[in-house]
C-alpha cells in the first residue's frame, strides 16, 4: 500500500478529476468534491486574476458549509493545477492565492520547481505533479512533490506515449508515496484496473466536460457523447506541446486532422491568448468511448461508482 498524506487517505471514492483548462469551473469542482471525489481546476481558469480569489471563497465557503451539514458524509478536498511553465506571467501570483486560502492540494504541471513545493508546504498542502516518464517522476520527487500523476498514452489534452503497465511499474520500483494514473480513464472499472497496477487513484479529465456542470460549449460535450477513440489526434501543433485532440473539431478550424504538420516547442505558451487553442481546438483523451450521454456530475460519479463495485465483485474483491 502507499503512504498517502492524510488529505488523500480516506476519499470516498479513489478517483481525482483533471483540472480541464477553461471548462473547470467552482460549481463543477464543487459538485465533484461533494459527489467524493477530489474536484479540481486550473488557476488560469480564473481571468481576470483578481477572479481567483472570488472562486477560492466561494469554493471553500460552499464546501465548509456542506460539510457542517453533512458531517457523516464530508466532500473530497479540492485542488487547484499551477502551470509551472516560464510563460505563465500569473504564477506567483496565483500560488500566494493558495498559499492565503490554504489549497488543500495544488497540481503542477509543466515544469517542477522547488519554491512551489515549500509555499504549499508552508501551510500543509499536498503538491502532485504531473509526468509522462519515469525520469521526470524522478526530478519531481527530488524537489519535494509529494506523489505524482502519470499522464499515459490516451490521456486528454498534454499526454505521453508510455504505457500505463510500464509508467506505474517503473515508478513503483522506487517510489511508494500517492500515485493517480490517467489516460483513458472513463469508467469505474479502469479506475479499479490503475489501482490493480498499482496507482491509488484514477485521474479522470474528458468524461467531465460531458457534464451539465462544465463550462464547455454544448457542440463540444455532444462531440465527445457522438466520438470514441478512432476520433482522438495527437499533435504538438496547438501549443507546442504533444496533446490529444477532438478530430471533429480540427476539422472545423479548416485543418486536416490526418496531415496536421509538427510545431516548434519554444512556441509554447500559456499566457496570454493560450487558451484559443483549447476554445477551439478541443482537447479530449480516448476513454470517451465510455460517454455516452451528458449527464451531471452527481450522476456521473454514481455510475463510476457503481461500476467500480460491480468490477471488484466480478473479481471477488
Known sequence: MSKLPSVLAHLPFPAIASPLFIISNPQLVIEQCK?????????????????????????TETLTAYNLAHPDKPAAPFAINQIVHKSNDRLEHDMAMCVKYKVPIIITSLGAREEINAAAHS??????HDIINNKHAHKAIEKGADGLIAVAAGAGGHAGVKSPFALIQEIRQWFDGPIALSGSIATG???????AMGADFGYIGSAFIATHEARAADAYKNAIVDSNSDDIVYSNLFTGVHGNYLAPSIRAAGLDPENLPESDPSKMNFGGDAKKAWKDIWGCGQGIGAINAVVSTAELVARLRSEYAAARQRLAL
Open 35 to 59: 459527489a467524493g471525489i477530489v474536484g479540481s481546476m486550473p488557476a488560469l481558469n480564473a481571468r481576470p486574476a483578481a477572479q481567483l480569489e472570488e472562486w477560492l471563497i466561494e469554493i
Open 123 to 128: 501551510y500543509g498542502g499536498v503538491v502532485l
Open 189 to 195: 472499472d479502469a479506475v479499479l484496473a490503475a489501482q
